[in-house]
């Protein structure tokens, strides 16, 4: 009987300790899960910031060698001459 009582107490001891490592092992897989979220989570918002970054560059780029170009004179497309857009607008589109 003592035997018997004995061989129980070992056997609990360890499956108790055999939950605990598992416990651990668990605890630790969900925190790293966690931590693996969050650091996906702020590299991909790094790439948005980054692209939105470099599309204003180049949005500011464009407007500036717009700013640049010469301003062309108003042209009626009824007075133009068949050869510009306004006469193409005139000959194709309005018939």
């Given amino acids: 009987m003592f035997l018997l ?10 499956m108790a300790a055999v939950l605990a490592v598992a416990g ?3 605890a630790g897989r969900w925190k790293g ?9 702020v590299s991909q918002q790094r790439a948005q910031i980054h692209a939105q970054d470099a599309q204003a560059r180049i949005d500011a780029e ?5 700013a640049k170009l010469p301003d062309a ?3 009626r497309v009824g007075d133009a001459a068949p ?7 005139r000959t194709d589109w309005m018939r």
């Fill in 33 to 41: 899960s966690s931590a693996a979220k969050v650091k996906a989570e």
């Fill in 62 to 66: 464009v407007d500036h060698e717009i």
């Fill in 5 to 14: 009582t004995k061989l129980k107490a070992w056997a609990l001891g360890l």
């Fill in 24 to 26: 651990a092992y668990l």
């Fill in 73 to 75: 004179p108003a042209q």
């Fill in 83 to 89: 050869a510009t857009a306004a006469g193409r607008l």
